[in-house]
């Protein structure tokens, strides 16, 4: 597909951008933004300057780490996997509203510290201009330990990161964006791994019934649905109900409830 030309001024953005460094780490998580900025990132600094980090936590929905570990090796740049355990971190667990930030912020400082080990002093990040308008506390860590944000910075919107991903064959250019598991628990309610394997069980059957992309959202006894928008109607036929309700009972999750909002597909 041909760029239009705003989108082609962009990407000569993001490439000037990328050029000013000599060797930069790009933190990728596996999702369509961290791959496009490493692909690029590869391709202008070369082999030998570049490098991704990938954080392998309690925090992953099952599958996350080995998706990112093929996209990485999909775009052919070294990785440095750190194993971190943000269950044995208090502040953390408290679940603060705050929480996101706290995470973020140990997470790339101990990036930076693995990094440097490496003769690596420059941590990129996917963030893309629709974040920007988000609340993402995390973003306040970027800027406090100077993580560069090159999508963003070049004007990239989600949509067109995935043209030029689509554009590049790059294999999770149409991959629904994902999210740790912390953030299916309320802010205020104590994080434990007890919780994340029930969101865990939760969501894997959710996906056995075929729809991909769900969140569900956990309270002391409740839980909240998320599906995809165009997977509203379906979830809501009977026999589908019947069968989420009375798995989910069996988890000791009394109430059930959708939210009738669903959740964006891809090219919303």
């Known amino acids: 597909m041909e760029l239009s030309a705003v989108l082609s001024d962009k990407q000569k953005k993001l490439e000037a951008i990328i050029s000013r460094e000599t060797r930069a780490a790009v933190a990728c998580s596996g999702g369509v933004d961290s791959t496009l900025l490493l692909k690029f ?146 802010t205020g309610e104590q994080i434990s791994e007890e919780k994340l394997e029930l969101i865990k069980k939760c969501e894997n059957f959710l996906e056995e019934l075929d729809f991909w992309g769900c969140r569900v959202r956990i309270t002391n006894d409740s839980a909240v649905i998320e599906v995809l928008e165009d997977d509203i109607k379906r979830f809501a036929e009977q026999g589908t109900r019947v069968a989420v309700y009375n798995k989910f009972n069996n988890f000791n999750i009394k109430k059930v409830f959708l939210n009738v909002c669903g959740r964006k597909g891809i090219c919303s």
């Open 41 to 186: 990132t590869h391709d202008i600094l070369g082999h030998d300057n570049t490098i991704a980090v990938f954080a392998e936590t309690p925090l992953l929905p099952p599958g996350e780490a080995k998706a990112a570990r093929e996209v990485v090796n999909s775009v052919g740049s070294r990785l440095l996997n750190v194993s971190l355990n943000p269950l044995v971190w208090p502040e953390f667990i408290k679940n603060p509203q705050a929480r996101c930030y706290l995470c973020k912020k140990k997470i790339y400082q101990t990036f930076l510290e693995k990094l440097a080990e490496l003769q690596f002093s420059t941590l990129m990040d996917g963030t893309n201009l629709d974040d920007l308008s988000d609340f993402r506390p995390g973003l306040k860590a970027l800027r406090e330990l100077n993580v560069k944000t090159p999508l963003a910075d070049a004007g990239l919107t989600k949509d067109e990161i995935r043209q030029l991903s689509r554009d590049l064959n790059l294999p999770n250019w149409d991959k629904l964006s994902s999210s740790c598991l912390a953030t299916r628990i309320a």
